[in-house]
């Protein structure tokens, strides 16, 4: 499983998504926000805890969790740089 479909997995799972397989979440769709994936604030969260439970890398404030929630290649990117 590549990180990309691990990270659609999880946001899945433990996000408690209805309604979205995570075969259907576009890599470069956004996470947050109307036009995206439709993830709040209480969503952000709770994916920095899974980021931390499931990769051991830690977001540690709202500027780096602005970049690295923007999609899931850039999460992805953002969990490989610090691994």
Same mark, same amino acid.
């Given at each position: !499983? *590549? !990180?990309? %479909? $691990?990270?659609?997995?999880?946001?899945? +799972?433990? /996000? =408690?998504?209805?309604?979205? +397989?995570? %075969?259907?979440?576009?890599?470069? +769709? #956004?996470?947050?926000?109307?036009?995206? /994936?439709? /993830?709040?604030?209480?969503?952000? &969260? %709770?994916?920095? &805890?899974?980021?931390?439970?499931? =990769?051991? &890398?830690?977001?540690?404030? !709202?500027?780096?969790? $602005? &970049? #690295?929630?923007?999609?899931?290649? *850039? /999460?992805? #990117? =953002?969990?490989? +740089? $610090?691994?």
């Amino acid at each position: !499983m *590549t !990180m990309n %479909e $691990r990270l659609k997995k999880i946001i899945v +799972e433990d /996000l =408690f998504l209805e309604d979205i +397989e995570p %075969e259907e979440i576009d890599d470069e +769709e #956004a996470l947050f926000g109307d036009d995206g /994936l439709g /993830l709040d604030s209480l969503d952000a &969260v %709770e994916l920095v &805890v899974q980021v931390q439970k499931h =990769f051991g &890398v830690e977001i540690k404030n !709202m500027d780096e969790g $602005r &970049v #690295a929630f923007g999609s899931i290649n *850039t /999460l992805a #990117a =953002f969990i490989e +740089e $610090r691994q």
